[in-house]
């Protein structure tokens, strides 16, 4: 399998994975970079660490909903990362978005271009963009919760991203990401199926995402992907 090269999240927590030095990587295998060169890694069986597997294959469903957390500040952007997480899904039906909009009066708004960009030319009002597709409403409107703030109540990025948690439902996943986004095609089923194969019910994937431009480019050969190490958590939340 192709490794994607945006917003498929590459991190595994939970599997391990060890350095072979002096052993050049096999032609498809993941590699790190080390600062000077890179090196291939190898997953390391250890007999006393097995994690906990997937209570169930619902990742696997096509019905498996999940929760897209973003959060914006003034970010004229965010319109076009609505129309691209919701036409590249396979199954859009599925992606229910929970939107903290940090603007300023005069500032796009987020959901109303949105509409705009999927071709809706009805009123602005809640009641006809909810309407079904079908019935000339706004496409997947009613699967988007936004908290609308004024930029002068922003505290910064993680407290947008702590207002999320407020929009968040019954969801069976979940993912965050920035206002300023694109996507793989197909990228709800394949985030699964990368999800399923930590065999992990509390696998958590992550990764620092290519910029846009990078997507879907083969740079140096590789598919590069970055690899996070590790984390930590710093005073004050």
Request: include cysteine; hydrophobic fraction near 35%; charged fraction near 25%.
């Amino acid at each position: 399998m192709k490794i994607p090269a945006a917003l498929l999240l590459s991190f595994l927590v939970g599997a391990q994975a060890v350095r072979k030095k002096g052993v050049p990587p096999k032609k498809g295998q993941p590699t790190a970079w080390d600062g000077k060169d890179f090196f291939p890694l190898v997953e390391a069986p250890d007999p006393n660490f097995i994690p906990h597997p997937p209570k169930d294959e619902n990742y696997s469903s096509k019905d498996t909903t999940i929760y897209v957390g973003i959060s914006g500040f003034r970010d004229s952007r965010c319109p076009k990362t609505l129309y691209n997480l919701y036409t590249k899904a396979e199954n859009p039906a599925r992606v229910f978005v929970g939107l903290v909009q940090q603007n300023a009066e005069g500032d796009v708004d987020c959901v109303d271009k949105y509409c705009e960009l999927m071709g809706y030319r009805g009123q602005k009002t809640d009641a006809a963009r909810a309407r079904p597709a079908a019935e000339g409403g706004c496409p997947y409107f009613a699967q988007i919760r936004a908290n609308r703030v004024s930029h002068l109540l922003a505290r910064g990025p993680t407290f947008g991203r702590h207002l999320q948690v407020y929009l968040l439902r019954d969801e069976q996943f979940c993912m965050q990401i920035d206002s300023h986004m694109d996507f793989m095609d197909h990228w709800d089923t394949l985030n699964l199926e990368h999800w399923g194969l930590a065999r992990n019910e509390y696998a958590v994937l992550t990764t620092y995402v290519h910029k846009v431009e990078d997507l879907n480019r083969n740079i140096n050969n590789r598919w590069e992907v970055p690899n996070i190490c590790k984390l930590r958590f710093v005073d004050g939340g």
